[in-house]
C-alpha cells in the first residue's frame, strides 16, 4: 500500500516555485525577509498536509507554527527567535514522538 501524497504534482511545482523565486528575490531584498519567506513556505506546506495527516500531526501542525504570523518581519528580535524557537520545539517533539527510540 503506497502512502497518500502531501503535495500533488502541480502543489508540488507551485511551492518549487515559491522557494525558487524567493531565493532569487532576496539577493535583493533586506536580510530579515528570508526568515519570513521560509516561514510563509512552511505555512504553505502545512496547510497542504492538514487534510491527509494523521490527527497527531494535524494537532502538531495547529501548534506553534500556526500561531506564527504569515508576514512575520522580526521587529523585537528576542521575541521573534522565541517564536521560532517554539516551531522547533513543537515540531522536535512531534517528530521524536513519531519516529523517536521506543521506550
Same mark, same amino acid.
Do not use: F
Given at each position: ?7 500533488? $504534482?502541480?502543489?508540488? !511545482?507551485?511551492? !518549487? %516555485?515559491? #522557494?525558487?523565486?524567493? %531565493? ?13 519567506? #521560509? ?6 506546506? %502545512? $496547510? ?22 504569515? #508576514? ?6 528576542? $521575541? ?10 513543537? !515540531?522536535?517533539?512531534? !517528530? ?8
Amino acid at each position: 500500500m503506497t502512502a497518500p501524497w502531501v503535495l500533488d $504534482e502541480d502543489d508540488a !511545482l507551485e511551492l !518549487l %516555485a515559491y #522557494l525558487v523565486t524567493a %531565493a532569487r528575490t532576496q539577493v535583493d531584498e533586506a536580510a530579515e525577509y528570508g526568515p519570513m519567506r #521560509l516561514l510563509n513556505a512552511a505555512h504553505r506546506l %502545512a $496547510e497542504a498536509m492538514g487534510p491527509r495527516s494523521s490527527a497527531a500531526t494535524a494537532e502538531a501542525l495547529a501548534g506553534p507554527l500556526a500561531d506564527m504570523p504569515l #508576514l512575520a518581519v522580526p521587529r523585537e528580535r528576542t $521575541e521573534y527567535v522565541e517564536q521560532l524557537d517554539a516551531v522547533c520545539r513543537s !515540531l522536535a517533539a512531534h !517528530l521524536s514522538s513519531l519516529y523517536g527510540a521506543e521506550k
